[in-house]
């Protein structure tokens, strides 16, 4: 699967998030230096992408954007993932328990 745009999220010194799209993997690697290369990705289809120094990723957005976080923003957003409560449904009850 083609990557389209890969996107780098981090947060700048008045604390907003600064979102950057790269069009290419090589306007991406003017810009950050590379480190390594994702080899054990569970998504078969960001291995062989780069890693690079300061970023945490790859990491899939939708179908065709390839995402890097810098380490406080990934900490930031998976402490606000893991904090949303998920909405509950009905109490599934044990069939064994109801009366005949």
């Not at 991406?28 to 890693?51: E, M, Y």
């Not at 790859?58 to 995402?67: D, F, L, Q, S, T």
Request: hydrophobic share 30%.
């Amino acid at each position: 699967m083609k990557r389209e745009k890969f996107r780098v999220v981090t947060r700048g010194a008045d604390g907003q998030i600064r979102i950057r799209d790269y069009d290419s993997q090589e306007d991406l690697l003017k810009r950050h230096i590379q480190i390594g290369v994702d080899d054990c990705s569970t998504n078969l289809a960001l291995r062989g992408l780069p890693v690079f120094r300061g970023l945490i990723g790859p990491i899939p957005e939708g179908a065709n954007i390839v995402r890097y976080e810098s380490p406080e923003v990934f900490e930031t957003l998976t402490k606000e993932w893991s904090a949303t409560k998920l909405g509950r449904g009905p109490k599934l009850r044990n069939r064994s328990s109801q009366p005949l």
